[in-house]
Every structure is written in structure tokens, then in C-alpha cells.
């Protein structure tokens, strides 16, 4: 991996700083950027990306949990190429589009849903989850949706409006009204309690939640199985049972935020949300599906995909190019075994740095399941006081070190592994190593 051609300084930024300065000049400040000198990803291999100097790093982040599969996977870019050369590449959905349908028929197949289900495609989380708002409320007639704090479901008003995180919610405008339940965060127990003698209290606020701040027949309630921006907040095993029990008692439906957790990535299950013993009524999803393809998706029970009166298309959405690459991801993921993958490199990651954790001060918690783990650096294991700063000096550190990882987290504090699906047991060594070093240089500065 590996730096082996010296520090930024020796062999120059491959135009990074003149890039950067023409990005302030035309690109909004608040479309974040990571690292002090912000880098240029210009190539991709499996599990590596190359700067614009060449310099090599591991890729623990993917995108923001995106290249599931991987850079240049050969299977999709086979298939692209392909289709490209069909000279169809955007039809709109006024003709028929023969891999819109076949991934229509492979993610209901996919789907934990009971009773017959239908897709919708579109070409973002944030606009599958606007998709799944308008379903869900056209459905039930209600504007009422409850959601978790600490939650992050995208960009638009209506994800926005359910998002419960003040650093992304950029406005209080809403079509809807919102509840915001209380989030299954253990490590920092909103109520104060310690898991397992807590008895799941955030999970049986539920009810107060539904009784008090709801007519009580709200549309739905939306969740991710793990909160993903939120700092892979990993609810204890119990929670979506005792969630979903509460929500059948008022027949609410629930709604699976996929977005991050979905295709293997927890290495339990396909969804998230299965690996909690949970069917939902609908689920989103985007991101790994199109293994950086824009392309996103809600996957519902029939009545509620059908309860749309007017028309509604998207012009994009679903394209021949999006979904022919799609379904040569979902194919290179079943072939290859992708989730046991996660399954098995995860629990050896886990294990690595489970170790930091008992090691360094700083290091609060490891959490997470599969290939999706986070770990929350702290001022002391004490105070739990969160330490934004000394998580971005690890972040600089790692990178220093030809590691890219992802940062996230209510405070900023949380650091992000969410590496391609294919990553190996030698690559996840490499990156507890470089972590090592990463944290013992932050916490001794
Ligand atoms: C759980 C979740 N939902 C929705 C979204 C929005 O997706 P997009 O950025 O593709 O609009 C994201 C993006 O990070 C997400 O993590």
C-alpha cells in the first residue's frame, strides 16, 4: 500500500492545491471536504486508489459506503461497456427497459417483505426515501412519521425533516410532521441506562412516543437497522423486535433504511434489518447497489407501491446504463460470496480493533457488524467526553499512512471502516495496523 513514494512534500500534490482552490471559488462551502489538504482520487483498483501524485491508499471508506464491490470490478465494467456501445443509455421510462425489469424482479425476490412487493427506481438515497414518504403517507393518508434521533436519511426537505442530526438537518422546513424517537445509541444511553438491565427502555419509549406526539396512526416509521452518519450506532439485539412489536399494535409500517446496511455489507444477513429478526413493510436502498452507479431504490408491500393516484416517473431513474451495472453488482456479489466475506474479514477486524480499544484511552468503543465498524474516540474511557479533534488527527494520521477511513458521528468523534466487500484478512491486518500507529500519534500530540 503504501506511501512508497515518500511524503506529499517530496513528491508534490499531482495539482491537488490548484484543484482546491478552484473548487472554493465555484463549489458551495458546505459540501464538505475531508483532510487538511484535501486529495483527488484518480484511480481505483479493488480495495486501492491512487491520488493525483500516485500516492496508494487502502480504501476503507469506499465512497461513503458505496463501492461495495469494489474499484474497476471487471463484471461491471464489462457490462457497462457493453451497454454503452448498445448506444442506449437513456430511454426514459416511457419504453420498456428489460434490466429495470430484471432488477425489479431480483430485489423483490431479495426483499424480506411478506406478501406480493413492487420497485421503484430513482437515482439516490435521498430521493428513494422521499419516494418511500410519499408512498408511506399517500398510503395512510397521514403526515405523521416517526423516526430515530441520531438518524441521517439524506438531502431533500422531507429527508431533512426526518434526519435527527442538527449538523444535517440545514433547514426546519418540513412537509411532514415528525417524532423522533429515541435512538439506540448504548454506549452513550440517552436514557442513562446500561444495556442488558435496561430492559430495552428506548425501544418501549416507543409507545409513549406513538401515544403522545401522533394521532396515533402515523404513516410509518422509518429506520436504519445501523445509523450509518450517525456513527454506526448498532442497536442492541433486541431492538427492532420490541420496535416492530409496538408498531404492530398500532398497524404502523415500518420502513427499513437500507441505504448503508443493505447487500451483505453486516455480514449477517443481506439487509440490516434482517439480521434482527425483523420483516418490513418497505425498504430503501441506493449507495452499495450500484457499487457507485447512481442509482437508488424502494422495494414495498404492492399496496402501499400502488396507492399513488396521480402519475409519477423519473426520468432517470432505473436507466438501462444504472441498472444493467446494478445487476452485474448484484451478480458479482452473490457469485463471490460477498457477505460471508464481510462476515468473516469483519469478525477478524473486530477482533484487531477490539484490542486498540483496550489499549488506548482514546479509543471509547468498536462497534458495528460485518465490514461496517466504527470506533468512537474519546478524551479519556472516564469522561466519554467526545474528541472531534483528536478523531481528525487519527483520520490525517491514517492517511499520512495510505489509509482512508471515514469520519462521522453526532460530535464528529466517530471514525468509519467500510471497506469494498472484498477486502481481505491481510488488508484488514494492514489497516489495524496503520490505525494503531494513527491513534498512538493523535493521543500522544
Ligand atoms: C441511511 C441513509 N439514507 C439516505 C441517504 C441519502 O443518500 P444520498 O446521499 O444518495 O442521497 C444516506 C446518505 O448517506 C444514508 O446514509
Not at 469494489?70 to 428489460?98: C, F, K, P, W
Not at 444504472?322 to 468473516?344: E, H, M, P, S, V
Not at 468503543?365 to 479533534?389: F, N, T
Request: one cysteine or more; glycine letters at 12%; aromatic letters at 8%.
Amino acid at each position: 500500500m503504501a506511501n512508497d513514494r515518500g511524503s506529499g512534500d517530496e513528491i508534490g500534490d499531482g495539482g491537488a492545491a490548484e484543484l482546491l482552490a478552484r473548487h472554493r471559488r465555484v463549489l458551495p462551502s458546505w459540501q464538505l471536504l475531508y483532510y487538511e489538504r484535501p486529495i483527488e482520487l484518480v484511480r481505483g483498483e479493488g480495495t486501492r486508489v491512487w491520488d493525483g501524485a500516485g500516492r496508494e491508499y487502502l480504501d476503507f471508506f469506499g465512497g461513503i459506503v458505496t463501492t461495495i464491490s469494489g474499484h474497476l470490478m471487471r463484471r461491471m465494467v464489462d457490462a457497462l461497456t457493453e451497454q454503452i456501445h448498445r448506444g442506449i443509455n437513456h430511454t426514459s421510462t416511457l419504453y420498456l427497459i428489460r434490466p429495470q425489469v430484471e432488477l425489479a424482479e431480483r430485489l423483490t425476490s431479495l426483499a424480506p417483505i411478506d406478501g406480493a412487493t413492487k420497485a421503484f427506481f430513482v437515482s439516490s438515497g435521498t430521493e428513494a426515501i422521499e419516494t418511500a414518504l410519499l408512498l408511506a403517507t399517500s398510503w395512510r393518508r397521514s403526515n405523521e412519521i416517526v423516526a430515530l434521533r441520531n438518524s441521517y436519511h439524506g438531502r431533500s426537505f422531507g429527508a431533512v425533516g426526518i434526519t435527527g442530526n442538527k449538523s444535517w438537518a440545514a433547514t426546519s422546513f418540513t412537509p411532514l410532521k415528525v417524532s423522533h424517537a429515541i435512538e439506540p445509541y448504548c454506549y452513550r444511553c440517552p436514557l442513562k441506562l446500561s444495556y442488558p438491565q435496561c430492559g430495552i427502555a428506548c425501544a418501549e419509549d416507543l409507545r409513549n412516543v406513538i401515544e403522545t406526539t401522533t394521532t396515533g396512526r402515523p404513516a410509518a416509521m422509518i429506520a436504519e437497522p445501523i445509523q450509518g452518519v450517525g456513527g454506526f450506532v448498532t442497536p442492541p439485539q433486541e431492538y427492532f423486535q420490541i420496535v416492530k412489536g409496538i408498531l404492530d399494535e398500532f398497524g404502523i409500517p415500518f420502513v427499513a433504511d437500507e441505504v448503508q446496511t443493505g447487500f451483505g455489507r453486516t455480514g449477517e444477513a443481506f439487509w440490516g434489518i434482517e439480521s434482527y429478526g425483523v420483516r418490513p413493510d418497505a425498504i430503501v436502498c441506493a449507495k452499495g447497489l450500484g457499487n457507485g452507479l447512481a442509482i437508488g431504490a424502494v422495494v414495498g408491500r404492492e399496496e402501499m407501491v400502488e396507492s399513488i393516484e396521480a402519475n409519477s416517473i423519473s426520468t432517470f431513474g432505473g436507466n438501462p446504463l444504472a441498472t444493467t451495472g446494478a445487476l452485474a453488482n448484484l451478480d458479482f456479489i452473490r457469485d463471490r460470496d460477498l457477505q460471508q466475506n464481510a462476515y468473516k474479514v469483519g469478525s477478524f477486524l473486530m477482533r484487531g480493533l477490539k484490542d486498540l480499544e483496550e489499549r488506548f484511552e482514546i479509543v471509547g468503543e468498536v462497534r458495528g457488524k460485518g465490514l461496517m465498524v466504527g470506533i468512537e474516540i474519546v478524551a479519556d474511557g472516564a469522561s466519554k467526553r467526545p474528541d472531534p479533534a483528536a478523531a481528525a488527527r487519527v483520520m490525517e494520521g491514517a492517511r499520512e499512512r495510505g489509509l482512508l477511513v471515514g469520519k462521522g458521528g453526532l460530535y464528529g468523534n466517530v471514525l468509519r471502516l467500510s471497506p469494498p466487500l472484498i477486502v481481505t484478512e491481510d488488508d484488514a491486518a494492514r489497516a489495524v495496523e496503520t490505525l494503531d500507529a494513527a491513534i498512538a500519534g493523535a493521543a500522544g500530540s
